[in-house]
C-alpha cells in the first residue's frame, strides 16, 4: 500500500484515493501476470501545475494606466520570485521576494500602442502562474483620420461617395468596437444632414448618396471628443437632357481654310443642374473634308467647337457628344469656291506644259497664293501651288486625259503624246 501511495501526488492522497488503492494494486499485478516475471519498480511521479502561483490583477483596465499584481504560493519568506509582463509591442520583467506568502508588483503602463491582452507569467523555482489582462483603448482623440472619395460625383440621387473614419485614442489604439461616429453632412443649398454609423476593427465607413442639386457638400465627423478636419466633395450634373448643334457663324465656301464655329444649345440635365464647365465634349464631323473627330470643353454650360471648311464642296455631317447624350446631326453644307477656269496645254521640251488661270474665286478675287492645282495623270497624282491665281505645271508626255482640278472645280483635257 505504501509503494502506491509512493506515486499518487500529495494533493491527491485524500480518502477516495486510499480507496482506489487497492484496484490500483490488481491492475498492475494483471499487467505483470501477463508480461511474466516480477513486476518493475515503479518510477517516480513528477505533479506539474500551470497554476502553482497564483496571481491576483484586474482582470481589465484601460491603457495608459498602472497597476498592481499579486502573485501567491507556498514559498518560503524571502523565496525570489519573478514577474513577466508581455504585450503584443512590449514586455517587462519585475523582481520582487515573497513575504508572508505573497509578492506584490507595481507595474507601470507600457508606452505607445497597448490596447489588447497584457500576459502576466510568474516564475520561481520550479513553480509558474500564469494570467491575462485585458486592455481596453481610451476614446478618441484629435485629430481623427478621415478620407472621403470619389471627390466628384454626380447630382442624380443615384451616385455615391463614401467617407471612411479611423478613431485612435491618445497612444494610437483603435476605439473599442462600436463607438458611435457623428457624420454631418452640409449640401450646396446648406440643408444639413446627420447620422451616426460604428465603428468595426479599425475603421467606421458609410456611403453618402448624392443629392439632386449641383454643387460643394461638406462632411464634417466627430467620435467622442474627436474631431476631424472638413472634407467636401462636389456634385456635378449627370448627362445632359436632349440638345442641339447650331451654326455660329454664316456659311463658308469649300475653301479648304477658312473657320466656322459651331456650339450646342445649353447642356442641362434633368434636374436642371448646369454641365460644369471643362467637361469634355467631342465632334465627330463625316463629308468632303474625311472623317474626324473634334474635342472642346464646357464653359458656362456650352461647348463651341471651329470647323475648317473643306477643300471641294459637299455638305459635312456634325455630331456632338456630351457626358453619353448625343445630338442630332447638323448638315454643313459647302459651296464651291471655284466655278471655272481655263486650262492650256503646250509642248515642252520635258513633256507638256500646262498654263492653269486665272483661277477667280466666287467672291471675285484671285483664289489665295498657295492653293493647290491637283493634276492627275495615268502616271499619277501631282500638286502645285497657284501664285496670283496662275500655276504652270510641267508633266510627262501622255496621250491620256489629264484631269486639273482647283478646290474641287475639275477641268479634263485630252491630248496627244510625243
Do not use: C
Not at 460604428?198 to 443629392?211: F, N, P, Q
Not at 464655329?261 to 465632334?283: H, M, Q, S, Y
Amino acid at each position: 500500500m505504501n509503494t502506491i501511495l509512493g506515486v499518487v501526488p500529495a494533493r491527491l492522497r485524500s480518502r477516495r484515493a486510499l480507496l482506489l488503492a487497492p484496484l490500483v494494486l490488481i491492475a498492475l499485478f494483471g499487467v505483470t501476470r501477463l508480461r511474466g516475471g516480477d513486476p518493475p519498480p515503479p518510477e517516480p511521479f513528477v505533479a506539474i501545475s500551470a497554476n502553482e502561483l497564483s496571481i491576483v490583477a484586474p482582470r481589465a483596465l484601460g491603457v495608459g494606466e498602472d497597476f498592481e499584481v499579486t502573485v501567491r504560493g507556498e514559498l518560503d519568506d524571502g523565496a525570489p520570485i519573478t514577474l513577466l509582463v508581455e504585450t503584443g509591442y512590449a514586455h517587462q520583467r519585475l523582481d520582487a521576494a515573497i513575504d508572508d506568502g505573497a509578492a506584490v508588483f507595481d507595474v507601470e503602463a507600457a508606452d505607445g500602442p497597448a490596447a489588447g491582452v497584457v500576459t502576466l507569467t510568474a516564475l520561481s523555482g520550479t513553480q509558474t502562474g500564469h494570467s491575462t489582462i485585458e486592455l481596453i483603448p481610451g476614446t478618441a482623440v484629435d485629430p481623427l483620420d478621415l478620407f472621403l472619395g470619389p471627390r466628384t460625383i454626380e447630382a442624380t440621387n443615384e451616385t455615391a461617395t463614401m467617407i471612411v473614419v479611423i478613431a485612435e485614442d491618445e497612444f494610437g489604439n483603435p476605439v473599442v468596437d462600436g463607438t458611435e461616429v457623428d457624420v454631418r453632412i452640409t449640401r450646396p443649398d446648406l440643408e444639413p444632414e446627420a447620422f451616426t454609423i460604428e465603428t468595426d476593427g479599425l475603421l467606421a465607413w458609410s456611403r453618402i448618396i448624392s443629392g439632386t442639386l449641383a454643387g460643394r457638400s461638406k462632411v464634417a465627423v466627430a467620435v467622442d471628443d474627436g474631431r476631424g478636419k472638413e472634407l467636401d466633395f462636389l456634385e456635378v450634373a449627370g448627362s445632359p437632357d436632349p440638345f442641339l448643334v447650331e451654326l455660329a457663324d454664316p456659311p463658308v465656301p469649300a475653301d479648304g481654310r477658312s473657320l466656322v464655329r459651331l456650339r450646342t444649345t445649353d447642356l442641362i440635365d434633368r434636374f436642371g443642374n448646369v454641365l460644369p464647365d471643362g467637361v469634355n465634349v467631342f465632334a465627330d464631323v463625316a463629308g468632303p473634308g474625311g472623317t474626324r473627330r473634334l474635342t472642346s470643353q464646357v464653359i458656362k454650360g456650352i461647348a463651341e467647337f471651329t470647323l475648317e471648311a473643306p477643300s471641294r464642296p459637299g455638305t459635312e455631317s456634325v455630331v456632338v457628344t456630351a457626358s453619353g447624350t448625343v445630338s442630332p446631326p447638323l448638315l454643313v453644307a459647302f459651296g464651291p469656291m471655284v466655278t471655272g477656269f481655263d486650262v492650256a496645254a503646250n509642248p515642252d521640251i520635258d513633256g507638256i506644259r500646262l498654263s492653269v488661270g486665272p483661277v477667280v474665286s466666287t467672291l471675285g478675287a484671285y483664289v489665295p497664293d498657295g492653293t493647290p492645282v491637283i493634276v492627275t495623270t495615268d502616271q499619277g497624282v501631282t500638286q502645285y501651288p497657284t501664285f496670283n491665281g496662275e500655276a504652270d505645271v510641267i508633266i510627262a508626255a501622255t496621250s491620256e486625259p489629264i484631269t486639273v482640278d482647283v478646290l474641287g472645280f475639275e477641268r479634263t483635257l485630252q491630248v496627244g503624246g510625243s
